[in-house]
């Protein structure tokens, strides 16, 4: 059975910085996508940043582009999310999520496997 364990969330305050972790029971190669995604209290959740694990290649919200930067390392099974210069709306549940099938990182339902997500609070 795939599990997916995030861990590094906290409070800290505006301008602060953090990195997640998403350790996977499985090899991480053999997704063809990782992601993170967040969701705030009465909001959807939303993608963050994915990666496409074969080319490496990386991709943002507009939210966090500039300040957040994606990650993997398939020797530790391992999925990063290094969180620079945090806002007070970043505050949310972060999660991580893998992908099988080719399809845009954003397609939140093509996911097929979820972690339990681990909570950021940014204050001001």
């Known amino acids: 059975q795939v599990q997916l364990v995030e861990s590094g969330g906290g409070s800290v305050q505006a301008g602060g910085s953090l990195r997640l972790s998403c350790a996977a029971s499985?090899?991480?190669?053999?997704?063809?996508?990782m992601a993170w995604f967040r969701q705030a209290p009465g909001k959807e959740r939303e993608g963050v940043a994915g990666?496409?694990?074969?080319?490496?290649?990386?991709y943002y919200a507009n939210s966090v582009k500039g300040r957040f930067t994606i990650s993997q390392d398939n020797a530790k099974n391992t999925l990063y999310l290094q969180m620079n210069s945090l806002k007070p709306e970043d505050t949310a549940m972060y999660y991580c999520?893998?992908?099988?099938?080719?399809?845009?990182?954003?397609?939140?339902?093509?996911?097929?496997?979820w972690g339990q997500g681990t909570q950021v609070t940014v204050s001001s």
């Open positions: 499985t090899f991480t190669g053999t997704y063809n996508s």
């Open positions: 990666i496409y694990i074969g080319a490496g290649s990386t």
């Open positions: 999520a893998a992908k099988l099938r080719p399809g845009w990182w954003l397609m939140r339902d093509d996911y097929n496997y």
